[in-house]
């Protein structure tokens, strides 16, 4: 069974950081891709960052580009988000998402209902 399991949200000023970590179970980091989605209140999810493949490409957000680095550890069984120098656009619930039928070109891209597997989803608030 897939699971996913979101930790590190939390609060940040701006300029500040935060790591988010996606902890995942029931399948194998190389052969799914995984990926982080944020949602606003009142606006729509939005793809922010995702890894895949053996070589663990990485596809980023135009909107964040530059600011966030996702990474992965097998070993561990874990994804993460490394998010720099935060702004309050940033503020979102963030969503952990995996799916092993979807190239990593696309992945940012696939509807809610398409997606394989969702976290619950950890709240980033970023304000002064």
């Known amino acids: 069974q897939v699971q996913l399991v979101e930790f590190g949200g939390g609060s940040a000023q701006p300029g500040g950081s935060l790591r988010l970590s996606c902890a995942v179970s029931?399948?194998?980091?190389?052969?799914?891709?995984i990926g982080w989605f944020r949602q606003a209140p009142g606006k729509k999810r939005e793809g922010v960052s995702c890894?895949?493949?053996?070589?663990?490409?990485?596809y980023y957000a135009d909107s964040v580009k530059g600011r966030f680095t996702i990474s992965r550890d097998n070993a561990k069984n874990t994804v993460y988000l490394q998010m720099n120098n935060l702004k309050p656009e940033d503020t979102a619930v963030y969503y952990c998402?995996?799916?092993?039928?979807?190239?990593?070109?696309?992945?940012?891209?696939?509807?809610?209902?398409?997606?394989?597997?969702w976290g619950k989803g950890t709240l980033v608030t970023v304000s002064s």
């Open positions: 890894i895949g493949g053996s070589e663990g490409t990485t």
């Open positions: 998402a995996a799916d092993g039928q979807v190239t990593a070109h696309d992945f940012l891209y696939l509807d809610y209902n398409a997606m394989e597997s």
């Open positions: 029931g399948f194998s980091l190389d052969y799914y891709v």
